[in-house]
């Protein structure tokens, strides 16, 4: 509807307040990153109408992602082309701080039979060393969108160690990745920091669609949402490639992005007794487990290390998938006798053969169960380890129902006005009932920067103020960002919370 671009262009600014400068301190002709969605056919030439420098037009979806002045965000959003602008956030790998995880998924009971040959998977992360030993003969190509060529070299190392887990060679030394013989393409989004933006992560989505990749492996994610990352996501997925991300991790947090687009197979950290790392984030997005701790693998100048995150796990996951690819028992598990796999039928595939953990059927820890590749190209199931296995939330879920804004002001003298903001928020259960004892963390932004902690009351409820600004003058807004909820035996349902409220200063 037409009327909901000012609510997109507001909260695009209030949003990139949290990351970049604020209002009060930019010229009217700083520039933002935006990705800039249109109705129809993409038009470059009116972002640059608008004084934007254009950095990237997609096809996987129409949008165009540009710098663009601050002054130009509201005129450019009411354009009658322009469906939405977005800010264009970061997103960055998912790296914490062995083989053990390729035997204990079950992966090398297959490869007398199955090594994922001829199945091309794209690392989209922060390149590959192609030259490594284990890695060299695996390597068929790649761009570095980055840098802006075709030499998607690893200085970060992230990469190097994602794809070791998905395809090192079995050359009897070093490491032997899940699908050993899978072709490894190498898709550069992030830097040598293992930083990149929502736009090189739609590009490189766009680039294994584009160039008919098998399965994407994404060790990488973001807090923030996007409807452009979403939608390649959605049309990549539509094309026929196989999504697998990295959840996250934040411990009780919400599953990052893209993990939790229901387009890709968001994967869990398990440790080597099959318990839910301790940084490993949680959620209904959830689809599978994996080992994600002490992961030994490839990194760049031929050597090897072990490394933590869900960054691990995902690709185990992607290994599987590359192994599912490269059997030919299809036609016995699809009822219609057709002989190649889609997405959907992939993942429904590794939802029955997983190892089920936790608590009967799909949890919020393990999704469908730790992925068992063994099962999924039926060569039987592995044994999985006792328990104990960590307990389901006993409170069940908790949400934000709704953050009170207020403000107060304090004369000091004839000349000078300090000003501050409230933010009172509600923490409910699913009845609506109130949660005593919830800590609630958040931050401010705009007119001031700080964060504040506080912990609910018997009535679920707890005031969280800013800090005070002297001599606000033209007045301005201050911008409020519940980060998390945590309380014993409870889960924070994100998802149906309301995280962002503002209030306005009158001149």
């Known amino acids: 509807m037409r009327n909901t671009i000012p609510i997109l262009v507001s909260m695009l600014i209030l949003l ?81 701080t062995t083989p053990w995880g390729i035997e204990r998924i079950g992966a ?16 989209i992360d922060t390149g590959i060393d192609y030259n490594h030993p284990d890695l060299n003969a695996s390597y068929a190509g790649g761009y570095d969108y980055v840098n802006k060529d075709y030499d998607p070299m690893d200085d970060r190392g992230h990469g190097t160690h994602v794809a070791g887990t998905v395809a090192a060679v079995n050359n009897e030394f070093g490491v032997i990745g899940a699908a050993p013989d899978a072709e490894l393409y190498a898709v550069k989004v992030l830097d040598s920091d293992g930083s990149g933006s929502y736009t090189n992560v739609i590009s490189g989505v766009q680039w294994a669609a584009d160039n008919e990749m098998d399965v994407a492996s994404m060790s990488l994610g973001g807090g923030l949402n996007s409807i452009s990352l979403k939608r390649a996501c959605n049309n990549a997925y539509e094309q026929g490639v196989v999504l697998v991300a990295s959840a996250g991790n934040s411990y009780g947090g919400r599953v990052s992005y893209p993990a939790a687009y229901d387009s890709v197979i968001a994967v869990s950290a398990t440790d080597e007794d099959d318990t839910i790392a301790y940084f490993s984030s949680i959620g209904l997005q959830v689809e599978l487990a994996a080992p994600g701790v002490n992961v030994n693998s490839t990194v760049p100048d031929n050597k090897y290390d072990y490394k933590d995150g869900t960054s691990m796990a995902a690709p185990h996951v992607t290994g599987t998938v590359a192994l599912l690819l490269n059997t030919n028992i299809h036609t016995d598990y699809d009822a219609n006798g ?25 949890d919020i ?35 934000i ?76 807004t201050f911008n409020f960002t519940v980060t998390g909820v945590a309380c014993d035996g409870w889960f924070w349902d994100v998802d149906n919370s309301t995280i962002f409220n503002s209030t306005d200063v009158p001149n």
């Open 108 to 123: 090398p009971v297959v490869h007398s039979t199955y090594t994922g040959d001829g199945v091309k998977v794209a690392i």
């Open 401 to 476: 129902a709704n953050i009170v804004m207020g403000t107060g002001t304090k004369a000091a003298g004839p000349s000078n006005v300090f000003v501050w903001a409230t933010a009172t928020v509600i923490v409910v259960n699913e009845a609506g009932s109130p949660v005593p004892d919830a800590t609630v963390s958040g931050t401010w932004s705009e007119l001031t920067s700080d964060s504040d902690t506080g912990i609910t009351g018997a009535d679920g409820i707890v005031t969280l103020r800013s800090d005070s600004v002297k001599n606000p003058g033209s007045g301005g």
């Open 16 to 96: 990139s307040l949290m990351i970049i400068p604020s209002a009060a301190a930019q010229s009217d002709n700083e520039k933002v990153p935006v990705i800039i969605g249109f109705k129809d056919k993409p038009d470059a030439a009116l972002v640059k109408a608008f004084g934007g420098d254009v950095k990237q037009e997609y096809t996987i979806i129409p949008a165009i992602s540009a710098d663009i002045p601050v002054k130009a965000l509201y005129g450019l959003s009411m354009n009658p082309n322009i469906e939405y602008v977005e800010y264009d956030a970061e997103v960055h790998a998912m790296e914490q």
């Open 338 to 362: 057709d002989s190649s796999w889609d997405p959907a039928e992939v993942r429904e595939r590794l939802h029955d053969t997983a190892t089920d953990m936790g608590d009967s059927g799909k």
């Open 365 to 399: 820890y393990y999704g469908y169960g730790l992925v068992n590749a063994s099962a999924a190209v039926d060569f039987g199931a592995t044994e999985p380890y006792p328990e104990p296995y960590p307990e389901p939330p006993s409170g069940g879920n908790m949400h």
